[in-house]
C-alpha cells in the first residue's frame, strides 16, 4: 500500500496490486479501505490454507499417497532448481485428486450461503414452498453413503476418473466453492491457489510424523477446521538457492 501511495508502483503485478489500485469512477478515491483488502485477502487465503493443510494430514497418516504426490510433483516439474508454477497445473492429476478429496471429506464451511425458493418445487421427494430459505449441508454431501464408497475414507483415486482440472463439482455430490448461476466466481482462482499451495508443500519438503507419534490427529472444530493445528518435520529437498529466492521474494513484498 505504501509503494503504490508513494508511486514506488503504478502497474498491479499480482492480485494484491488489484485490490489496491482500485479506484471509485466517481470520484477516483480507493474503491476498497485497507480493511476491506484485507479481508479481500483472508478470504482468498483462508480457503486453500485450510484445504492444504487437511489434505497433508491425511496424507502423512498414509504415506503411500505422499511417495505418489512427490514423484508426480518432480516428474512434471523436472527440476530442483524451480518452484511448482500455476502452468504445471493441468499435468497434476494426482495433486488436484488429494486436493478435491479435502475439499470433499472437508467442506470450508458447514453449509453454503443461502438461497431463496422463488416458486413452489419437489426436489428429490422433498416440497419445497416458495419463499423458503435453503441451505445445503456441505457435509451431508460430501460424506453421502449413497453417492460415495467409504464415504468418511480419504481416497484421492476415486477422482482420477474425472480427468478434472479444477476443484468445481457441477453435480452436487460436495460443494467447493458452490454452484449455480450464483456460484463462486473465483473458483479458478481457489483451484489454482489451493493446488499450488499443496503441490508447493509437497514439492518443498520431505514430510514426516513427529517422532513420538503414530499418527496425526484428524478431529475436527465446530467450525470444520482442524481440532489441531498440523505439526510434522519438514526436511527441505530442493536446491537451497529456491529457498532463498522465495525468502527474498516475501521480504521484498511485505
Same mark, same amino acid.
Given at each position: ?12 503485478? =499480482? ?8 479506484? =471509485?469512477?466517481?470520484y477516483?478515491?480507493?474503491l476498497?479501505?485497507d ?6 485477502v483472508?478470504t482468498?487465503? =483462508?480457503?486453500?490454507y485450510?484445504a ?14 505422499l511417495? !505418489? ?30 486436493? !478435491? ?18 416458486? =413452489? ?7 419445497? #414452498? ?9 457435509p ?82 465446530? #467450525? ?29 513484498? #511485505?
Open positions: 500500500m505504501q509503494r503504490w501511495e508513494y508511486g514506488m508502483r503504478k502497474e498491479p503485478e =499480482d492480485l494484491l496490486d488489484v485490490f489496491i489500485s482500485l479506484k =471509485d469512477i466517481s477516483g478515491d480507493p476498497l479501505s480493511e476491506e483488502v484485507r479481508a479481500q483472508t482468498v487465503v =483462508d480457503n486453500p485450510g492444504a493443510e487437511w489434505a497433508l494430514s491425511e496424507m502423512l497418516n498414509q504415506p503411500e499417497m511417495r !505418489r504426490a512427490t514423484e508426480e510433483v518432480d516428474r512434471v516439474v523436472g527440476s530442483k532448481d524451480r518452484l511448482l508454477q500455476e502452468s504445471d497445473i493441468p499435468h497434476l492429476p494426482y495433486i488436484i485428486a488429494c486436493a !478435491r478429496e479435502a475439499v470433499r471429506l472437508h467442506p470450508v464451511a458447514p453449509s453454503n450461503l443461502p438461497h431463496v425458493s422463488i416458486a =413452489d418445487c419437489t426436489v428429490a421427494g422433498y416440497f419445497i #414452498s416458495r419463499g423458503s430459505s435453503i441451505l445445503l449441508s456441505r451431508g454431501l460430501g460424506r453421502n453413503p449413497a453417492v460415495w464408497d467409504d464415504p468418511l475414507g480419504f481416497d484421492p483415486d476415486r477422482h482420477l476418473a474425472d480427468n478434472r482440472r479444477d476443484l468445481a463439482e457441477a453435480d452436487l455430490r460436495f460443494i467447493s466453492f458452490t454452484t449455480g448461476r450464483r456460484g463462486c466466481t473465483g473458483v479458478g482462482l481457489g483451484s489454482n491457489v489451493t493446488v499450488m499451495l499443496l503441490g508447493r508443500l509437497v514439492q518443498g519438503f520431505t514430510w514426516s510424523i513427529l517422532q513420538g507419534m503414530e499418527k496425526i490427529d484428524l478431529s475436527e472444530a465446530k #467450525s470444520l477446521f482442524k481440532a489441531t493445528p498440523l505439526y510434522a518435520h519438514a526436511k527441505p529437498r530442493l536446491n537451497p538457492c529456491v529457498y532463498f529466492s522465495l525468502l527474498k521474494s516475501m521480504s521484498y513484498a #511485505s
